[in-house]
Each structure stands twice: as C-alpha cells, then as structure tokens.
C-alpha cells in the first residue's frame, strides 16, 4: 500500500486530491511541519529535501509533488492525459512547478510571514505570482481543462495553488482572471476536493505561527546555535 507523507499545504493536497480522484489505498502518515518533523533522520530518509509530501510504494521513495504526480499518474493509468498531448502536459506541470508554486509561495511569505516589511521584495514576488496567474487565465480562455479534453494531473497541480489565491493575491483573489475563476470554481466542485479537504480532520496540526513554527520552517534564518 502507499504510505502518503502528508501536511495540510498546497503541494501536499494535490497528492491528497488525486489519490481521492482515483480511489488508491493509501495510508496517511502526518508530519506536522511547524513542530518541525520533516526535519527528523527518519524523514529525511524519505525526502532529503524536508519537505511535504512525500510518497512511499513498495519500497522506493518519491518525493516532490510534481514528481509524485507523473509518478502515480504513469503507474495507473490514471488521470494522464492522453499521448499527443504530452509536450503540452509535461510544459504547464514544470510552469506550475517551477513558477506558479515558487513565486506563489514568496509572494506569501514576503506579505505575511517575514519577520520585516520590505516593499520591494512584497512587490516583487506578487507582482510575479500576478503574471503568473494571467499566463493562465490567457491559457484557459475557452478551455474547460489545463490540456487537452479531460481532467488531468495538470488540473490537479495548479488546483493546489490556485486553491490560495486570496492568500497570494490579496483583497479580490481571482476576481481579476475570469477564465480562471471559472475553471477553479470547475475544478473545486468535484466530489474528491472536499474528500481531500477532509483529510486533516482529526489532526492536531500546529497552527500558531511562533518561533518554534518559523525555526522549522525557515532554518536557514536562524544561527544554528541560538
């Protein structure tokens, strides 16, 4: 059976929410990022990088939610696309995956999370995360789906972004990408989103952002011996 590494965040509920498209056995193991379990030995034998989620199936590991995806996606069957639109499935995954996510999630922490306001850099990564969502609001303008004629893993990936768009964005979220808040209120409808919007039910999860929440996730920040 799969053993998904779990927290409630956007690359983690992409996980979440093919496995309940697609109906895979799995079972749930939390890591409680702000209390800084992604950071243990046994973790990182999982993924070195420390971060969620992360996957593992009959004794090989994944990691990366991008890389989970075609993973799941090429062993099933499922969810996959169709061949002729491979080039076009593999471009808008990497743009998630290296755009959309990365500028999305700087542009949050720069607004909300740094301990400093610092006006360019708040400017700089929304003004970013703004292109990026207008890349596919002019992308989906007259498309039901992100590729081709059918839901995909494609649809999943950006669900899992554009999902935080009020974070990201600020006052008025998708209010200004039409084609997108279409699409998005498309996606979000699906009976397997409110199943993975479910799964952390019943998790104590962390939620204060304190010291020991900004230690786990931005180490990098602090002097390894304060």
Same mark, same amino acid.
């Given at each position: ?11 983690? =509920? ?9 109906? !895979?056995?799995?079972? !749930? ?42 993973? !799941? ?15 076009? =499935? ?55 789906? =992100? ?21 990201? !964005? ?57």
């Amino acid at each position: 059976m799969l053993k998904f590494y779990f927290h409630q965040t956007p690359n983690p =509920m992409k996980v979440a929410l093919f496995l309940e498209e697609t109906g !895979l056995p799995y079972e !749930l193991v939390a890591v409680d990022t702000l209390k800084g379990e992604q950071h243990t030995p046994e973790y990182r034998a999982i993924n070195p990088n420390a971060k969620t989620p992360a996957l593992e199936d009959d004794g090989k590991r994944v990691f990366d939610s991008t890389a989970i995806l075609m993973y !799941l996606s090429e062993k099933t069957g499922l969810l996959a696309g169709q061949p002729e639109d491979r080039s076009e =499935m593999l471009s808008w995954l990497l743009f998630v995956a290296s755009g959309l996510g990365p500028f999305s999630g700087q542009s949050v922490h720069f607004q909300h999370k740094a301990p400093e306001k610092i006006p360019y850099a708040i400017n700089r990564y929304l003004r970013e995360a703004q292109r990026h969502y207008e890349v596919l609001d002019a992308h989906l303008e007259g498309r039901e789906y =992100m590729v081709g004629d059918s839901y995909s893993i494609v649809d999943i990936s950006t669900w899992g972004w554009v999902d935080k768009a009020a974070f990201v !964005l600020g006052e008025g979220g998708l209010d200004n990408y039409p084609n997108l808040k279409r699409w998005f209120a498309s996606i979000d409808a699906r009976p397997a989103v409110q199943k993975a919007r479910d799964i952390p039910k019943g998790i104590d999860f962390k939620t204060d952002f304190d010291d020991v929440a900004a230690r786990a996730l931005y180490p990098q920040n602090f002097d390894k011996n304060s």
